[in-house]
T-cell receptor, first 113, second 114 residues
Framework: NAGVTQTPKFRVLKTGQSMTLLCAQD?????MYWYRQDPGMGLRLIHY???????AKGEVPDGYNVSRLKKQNFLLGLESAAPSQTSVYFC????????????FGQGTRLTVV | AQSVTQLDSQVPVFEEAPVELRCNYS??????LFWYVQYPNQGLQLLLK??????LVESINGFEAEFNKSQTSFHLRKPSVHISDTAEYFC????????????FGKGTTLSVSS
């Protein structure tokens, strides 16, 4: 059981470039999330999905887009990267029941220069 | 809306000393409460969670947390810390409402030295 797998683990982008971060889970979870982690800011929710084909905005959605075409995958896109998007990105997944915890991937460290 | 406040950003302690990491939350609906731990350069791992029942929750590695509904707190404690407990600790809440996500505090860095 791999759990939650994020690809890539590291990436350096130039300002204005685009990229997609891939999250895959093999636990048959309905809910999936993208967070960003910045020093002193904790984890802030970017977007999340409560099921295949559905997405919702979180606390800091601007500059990002997401897609959930398959239940096991949740993609995070940056159309035109900015230095302010330099961060560590974490994907997580969970069952719908509110009393269940989320399982996290190992993170993607993104630097925008 | 919900929010989580971790009252200390950094907590330095000596090995074998007790420690308390404080967490307060606010919410207009009932919530489920979680503590996660993040070791350097790793993802987050669940440490413990409060769902219902006894207000004292224990983890397998000696941590415990007490839910206090009147004070809306969920403080994490350990009576004797080890060097290996050095990590960042996150308090999180999940509203008891369909279609919502985990909301995290800003984290507390626990540094244990000898």
């Amino acid at each position: 059981n791999a759990g939650v797998t994020q690809t890539p683990k590291f990436r350096v982008l130039k300002t204005g470039q685009s990229m997609t971060l891939l999250c895959a889970q093999d636990m048959n979870h309905e809910y999936m999330y993208w967070y960003r982690q910045d020093p002193g800011m904790g984890l802030r929710l970017i977007h999340y999905s409560v099921g295949e084909g559905t997405t919702a905005k979180g606390e800091v959605p601007d500059g990002y887009n997401v897609s959930r075409l398959k239940k096991q995958n949740f993609l995070l896109g940056l159309e035109s990267a900015a230095p302010s998007q330099t961060s560590v990105y974490f994907c997580a997944s969970s069952y719908p029941a509110m009393n269940t915890e989320a399982f996290f991937g190992q993170g993607t460290r993104l630097t925008v220069v | 809306a919900q929010s989580v406040t971790q009252l200390d950003s950094q907590v330095p302690v000596f090995e074998e000393a007790p420690v308390e990491l404080r967490c307060n939350y606010s919410s207009s609906v009932s919530v489920y409460l979680f503590w996660y731990v993040q070791y350097p350069n790793q993802g987050l791992q669940l440490l413990l969670k409060y769902l219902s029942g006894s207000t004292l929750v224990e983890s397998i590695n000696g941590f415990e947390a007490e839910f206090n509904k009147s004070q809306t707190s969920f403080h994490l404690r350990k009576p004797s810390v080890h060097i290996s407990d050095t990590a960042e600790y996150f308090c999180a809440v999940r509203p008891n409402q369909a279609g919502t996500a985990l909301i995290f505090g800003k984290g507390t860095t626990l540094s244990v030295s000898s």
